[in-house]
């Protein structure tokens, strides 16, 4: 097979292989990276893969073949994931369930998994260069704590953290604050939408772009995307050497980047059935593929808050694959979880399995619940928990009447000293940082 090249959804820039494609993250045309071709995998090929890293090995190389990672994928992956993803099934008499646990990394969610990832690709990118790249994450709470765990003690690379001051969790300022060495994290005095701001002004400012080198590790970047696959594959395989049989998700979805690497996977040749969307009250998805009408829109603040998405940024590349509606319609089908909903399934599921999930694990349970019998009895359903509950233990202790046990590698970080840099939302008070 020819080397996987990466286009433009917009259609308007160079092709790419991987390594260039995830050291510049947006294309420059303002569209996202899209494989050229995907590979057309044998699951039978993976009998020798015990672990995630080798399954993930194997996977990945296509997709790398002919750039500076392809020497090392094997490297990069037994580093990126060095910890597990177990499929726990649970004891349910309403057909096989099981929940897929992502949450097993340095911040316990699953985007440690893209970060890592991430990271070690952009270490070895970055190998030959004389003058360090500075990454640059704006965060809600979540996406900068993985990153910079990810990132941290890393050759060659720094990161600045921005985050609204007083706007993120306890737990989550210690995420993003604890690290120091190239890790350093602004406390901007203002909201989210200041910190992009602050974020966009460095990319826009002439002399500071001229003086450093500037990066950034958004979600929409194709080294977090490429590695979430790796999970469904692992999962996916052990499901079908047990049963002979495909197993179907359910994955908590926002900015549908989890979710379009579960279709992706699937595309590669993996024994994957149905893809279901578990999204909280913003809807945008799922109105689209009932009315066919894509219409993005502002966010809604929900219990599943890394879920607050209204203009879903990775749609774009699953309406680039699959543009006509019908056609995704057989790809994919969603379902809106309300907080309300939300709520009661965490406490249903305490009662039933003695499993506490986070908000965001909880609509997948949801939507599993709705199928119909036939629909339960008929696959194999494997549910995602995109994060640990003692993340969200504000929603989650009350409604359960317990405290929830902090995992070990979460505890860590919260027992570290933390430092933040306070900054306005000007650049030119940022300006001096970077002197
Ligand atoms: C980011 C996040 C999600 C949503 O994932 P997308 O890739 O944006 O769809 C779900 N759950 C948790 C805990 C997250 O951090």
């Known amino acids: 097979m020819d080397n996987i090249e990466y286009v433009s959804t917009r259609g308007h820039a ?63 992956c037994s580093d990126a994931f060095n910890f597990p993803t177990p499929v726990v099934p649970l004891d349910s008499d309403q057909g096989e369930v099981s929940v897929l646990e992502l949450f ?11 970060a890592r990832f ?25 996406t900068g704590g993985a990153v910079a765990a990810a990132f941290h003690g890393r050759a060659n690379v720094k990161v600045d953290v921005f985050y609204p001051r007083g706007q993120v969790s306890g737990r989550q300022e210690q995420q993003l604050t604890c690290w120091g060495g190239n890790i350093r994290a602004f406390c901007v005095d203002g909201r989210f939408d200041d910190c992009q701001h602050l974020v966009k002004a460095v990319f826009q400012d002439k002399a500071l772009m001229s003086a450093h080198r500037f990066s950034s590790a958004n979600s ?40 379009l690497a579960c279709v992706w996977a699937r595309r590669a040749g993996l024994p994957i059935d149905n893809i279901v969307l578990a999204t909280n009250a913003n809807q945008t998805i799922p109105d689209y ?84 019998p036939e629909q ?16 969200f233990e504000d929603v989650v202790e009350p409604l359960i009447g317990r405290e929830v046990e902090v995992p070990e590698p979460l ?3 919260l027992n570290l ?15 001096s940082w970077y002197a």
């Open 376 to 391: 339960q009895a008929e696959h194999h359903w494997i549910a995602v928990a995109t994060a640990h509950p003692a993340k």
């Open 220 to 259: 929409i970047n194709l080294g977090r995307l490429l590695p979430q696959m790796c999970y469904y594959a692992h999962a996916s395989l052990e499901a079908w050497r047990r049963d002979g049989k495909a197993p179907s998700f359910i994955v908590p979805t926002g900015n549908l980047g989890n979710a």
């Open 104 to 114: 097993h990394g340095p911040t316990a969610a699953f985007k440690d998994v893209g």
């Open 118 to 142: 991430l990271a070690a690709c952009m270490e070895i990118i970055e190998a030959q260069s004389s003058r360090p790249l500075n990454i640059l994450v704006a965060t809600s709470g979540d």
């Open 289 to 372: 593929l009932k009315d066919g009408d894509w219409q993005p829109r502002g966010s809604i603040a929900t219990l599943a808050s890394a879920m607050d998405v209204g203009n879903p940024s990775n749609m774009e590349r699953l309406r680039w694959l699959h543009s006509d509606i019908d056609d995704l319609r057989q790809q994919v089908t969603a379902m809106s979880v309300s907080d309300e909903l939300i709520r009661a399934q965490i406490v249903k599921d305490f009662e039933r399995f003695d499993q506490v999930w986070c908000p965001h694990t909880a609509t997948a349970l949801y939507v599993y619940d709705q199928l119909t």
């Open 14 to 76: 160079a092709r790419l292989n991987a390594a260039d494609a995830i050291a510049r993250g947006l294309a420059p045309d303002g569209g996202l990276y899209m494989p050229t071709t995907f590979p057309s995998v044998d699951p039978s090929t993976f009998a020798d893969c015990a672990t995630l890293a080798q399954t993930a090995a194997r996977l990945i190389a296509p997709f790398v073949q002919g750039s500076v990672l392809a020497g090392s994928i094997g490297q990069i």
């Open 417 to 431: 000293p933390s430092k933040s840099l306070p900054v306005s939302a000007q650049l030119d008070d940022l300006r």
């Open 411 to 413: 505890a860590r970080i």
